[in-house]
């Protein structure tokens, strides 16, 4: 009953808001028990003196109708004006439950309602003059007739006759009034309504211009009329229809599981000039079902494919009939489901598909499909919805096809056979609520695997960025922070400001089903593969930063049949583009940030003078620049640490001929303006991007003195590593308990500078401690160097006039102890993966801050006998044991009873093994990684051969998410003479961690072409490798314990 009312109240409230201040109920009640609630007619219009006969019940059928008294202003003429009318015989065959359906559009919006009535067992109901009642006192009567049993119309008029003012002229009438009802019809009954109206003369009109006899009406069937009988008859059935009419009825089932059948029951018309048209579906775009004039010699029967019917009667301005009457009642549809699809098609048929997501695949496949074939699929979504297709597969023989067809316009969208050059995944998407999808194949057997594909109906939300809004805004998966549902197909666009600004990306969190559920992030407003920015899928809380170089972006979340989870939370903002190069430009941003690139990029600008920026921002910021990309000859970019070239330099790129732009510089202002230059000694193109941002006076990417480091293992890395800082004097603090010592070595360490005193390390708090050694490019390699204290503190400086790029690792120990007090970790036998030494000894101390540590087990493979591991549930060897281990085992884990757990590690001088790896985690802290893995894949198909495409690891530019799996699948189009080259432009991955390429799609140890694992790797700066496949898999696995900043590569097709 609460949805009824809503669809009731919906259609009544299609006036404006000027006349919903006068809308006015009534409610008619077929109650025959009530004498006093019968209203019969007394008097009969000389406008509607024609009898009526019904189709069953003549005593259904009004035999006249009052013409209440109406006032007319100077230019409406009532009494010149033809009544028109709409009647309805409705029936109930359900002699249990009630059947509603609703009534819009009942007459036009400048017509003057006379009377609206139900007729029932032969007695007339009409609507009174002084019935008139507020929305809520017509719902309480309507309620209570329902709740009897009874049948009864609650219905809405707005500005009716009978409180029309006096001096309203026609064209200042409502266009928007509307008459609406919802009709209950109790079980077993049989109802008939008749409306009547006046459509006013306008006497300013020349008479010749007569007024067209007009009506739109729209009839809803509520899911409880699947009984219901109704029949639409034309104006004064079975007598003279009028003239000049143009009338149509628009019928709508409740749910897409339901068809329109219709029945002629009756047709005379004027054989040359007054049609009937009926179309299969909700408007006259749709197939015709007929088309008819004059008479018809039989009974003509038709069914819909679709949930509506659109009936429009013309008639033109002579000779007229008796008209027609048309019975029709909703039908189920057939439904074959996917699961049917091979049993039951028999080879040759249509499979209905009404889901607004499912799979379209040829019967038996990946087998082979029979032969002679004719396979459709009719995918009906929800109106106003548009179609993405998938098609995953799509192996056929020569002359063999696939089309997808607009059932509304026969449109052919695609076509596909063996020769179409898609390249699969295809993604294609229709702008129809109803496709076919037709698959022919020829009458012999051929071994091919068919045809699988996928589809989703989405109705894209478009958010539009106002030109002034530069706050970030949130988008999540829906029923964000809970699971979302499966099935789901969502698609946003977002559009930016205007043609200035770009879109910029920051993906917060995301929680998918790895390798089923995912987001995707497209350059533009469509679905594009050649324009996808991103495939996002798995799990990761680091955040990954897109900038959209163009003004619209859409963004797409998918996800499977099975598993879900919490989804995905980004946000996006305005993001300023700015191309222009000239003497100075002034950007004064209170945006947040922006971009500064070459008005070509990523193409070259021939330039032929300098460029200059000055940022300006609010007094109380400064001004941090990433300079991403430039590449220039005769060229140099400088940023100064003011408005001009007389502040102090902060970089140039002249003090770095060797740098590899492509890691990128980071600098920062200490004021709140920077001028940026770009200076030529001669004219010549060039490439650039920079972006950047206005930041607090705290979050300036410089180093500090004396940072304070006391947790181990831990890592130190130079300022805005991996880019080159600016110069600064830095230093750390590395202090451990009272009883160790501090070891430290360099993962990583490069300087394109001559000084022989670039990192200092101090055995103490102070530069005034003794010095142990100063390293520099021609010292401390970063793959055999460490050096260790003598005492609890070792203290690390940068020297004020290096500039350099470092990443450091460290961990206090005592003889052969290890202490360990970070609160999630991973701790692993010497050298693992690798093999451990022989006659090793050590013992790691874990300590947390509260709570117990879960810890588990990996990885487990020592000699059976001799290499022995020991876990005590405590802070030494003398604490309660509770493992002793040697072997092979898997699944192994547990959980301390206090703070402290230790771990005691030994091996012979003979046989050794992989030894082994324990996760462990502090329960005051999420530990849920300690039973699950995050993975995520993405698959790349590379649409032409003529650009390098870039991808790189998680959260690229910031550290990748620990305990790990990603997956790229690379493909080249399908030529026998392609190979994959790749460009490994930058690679910062922890020696514990590993990068993997393979040739193919699988893991398979034969086909390695790339192995940067068991500490093989740490960081570089390009490296070309060619896989000669057209097919390749690249694997990037990271532990628990220390991560980097990830990789980043491109790729493209090339000639073998």
Known sequence: MEKMQAIVFACLMTASVASLAHAHYHVLVAD?????????????????????????????????????????????????????????????????????????????????????????QGKTYSMA???????????????????????????????????????CRTDELDPDQAIAATVNIAPGDTLSVSLSYMVPVNTKIAETEKETYRTDVTIDLDESARNFVGVLMSPNYPDDYPNSADLTWLI???????????????????????????????????????????????PESFVTTRSSMFVKFQTDSLINGGGFALEFHPATREIITEDQTDEDKNNNGTVIMLDSTGIIKTPNYPEFYPADSRIVWDIVVETGYTIDFRIMDFDVFDGETMQVIDLITDEVY??????????????????????????????????????????????????????????????TSPRYPHDYVSNEHKVWVITAGDATFDIRIEVLSLNLEAGYDFLYIYQGGSIDRTQIMATLSGNGDDDIEYIVFQNTTTIVFESDRSITDKGFELRYKNYRRYTNCSDTTEILNGEGGGIVLNSDYPSSTYISGNCQWLIRVDESKKIAVLLRYFIGSYATISFYNGNSKLDPLIWSSNNDHDIDFDDGVSVASSSNEMLVIISRSQSYSTTYYYGFQEVEGDKIPYCYDM?????????????????????????????????????????YFYTSSSSYRMVQFYNGN???????????????????????????????????????????EYEFVSGSDTYVNRE??????????????????EVTHIEVVSGTIMFDFKSFATEACCDILSVYDGDSTSSPTMYVLSGEHQGLSGQSSGRYLTLEFSSDGSVDGTGFRMDYCSTSQDCGFLTGQNSAYTYHQIPNFDYWHHFGSPALSRYYPDNADFFWYVECPNMPTRRTNYEFRRADIDQSDSLILYAGFQIDESEIQLDWSNGRLGYFALTDIYVYSRRSLLWFHSDTAFSGLGFFAKYHCDDD
């Open 707 to 747: 940072s304070l480091h006391t947790v181990s293992p831990g890592q130190i890395t130079s300022a805005s590593y991996p880019r080159y800082a600016p110069y600064d004097e830095c230093s750390w603090l590395l202090q451990a308990p009272v009883g160790y010592q501090v070891k430290a070595s360099f993962q």
């Open 32 to 120: 025959r028990s009530q004498p006093d609630a019968e209203r019969l007619s007394t008097s009969i219009s000389s406008h509607l003196s024609r009898h009526r006969q019904s189709l069953t019940h003549p005593e259904d059928i009004l035999e006249s109708l009052t013409v209440d008294e109406g006032s007319g202003s100077d230019n409406e003429d009532l009494s010149s004006a033809d009544i028109q009318e709409f009647q309805f015989y409705m029936k109930n065959n359900d002699t249990e439950n009630s059947a509603r359906i609703t009534l819009s559009e009942l007459m036009p919006g400048n017509a003057v309602l006379v009377d609206f009535s139900i007729h029932n």
């Open 252 to 298: 709508n089932a409740p749910i897409l599981d339901l068809v329109i059948s219709a029945n002629m029951i009756s047709f005379d018309t004027e054989a040359c000039c007054d049609h009937l048209y009926i179309y299969d579906g909700p408007s006259d775009t749709y197939p015709l079902l007929f088309v008819g004039s004059g008479g018809i010699s039989g």
């Open 414 to 475: 695609v076509t596909l056979d063996d020769n179409s050059d898609a390249i699969l995944p295809f993604d294609f998407n229709v702008s129809s609520s109803e496709v076919s999808v037709v698959f022919n194949s020829l009458d012999k057997v051929i071994p091919k695997r068919g045809l699988y594909g996928k589809y989703f109906s989405r109705q894209a939300e478009e958010i539009s960025l106002e030109q002034q809004d530069m706050a970030w805004h949130t988008l």
């Open 824 to 841: 999630i970790g991973s701790v692993m036998s010497p050298s693992f993966p690798g093999t451990y030494p022989e006659n090793s000894y």
């Open 766 to 808: 102070s530069t005034n401690s003794e010095l142990i050694v100063s390293c520099s490019s021609y010292y401390c390699p970063a793959d055999t160097w460490w050096v260790r204290s003598s005492s609890v503190n070792l203290l690390v400086v940068t020297d004020v006039y290096a500039s350099l790029r470092f990443k450091l």
């Open 129 to 167: 003059k002084h019935s008139k009642m507020s929305m809520e006192e017509a719902t309480v009567d309507y309620q209570e007739s329902v709740s009897k049993g009874l049948s009864a119309v609650i219905l809405g008029d707005v500005e009716t006759t009978f409180d029309r003012c006096s001096d």
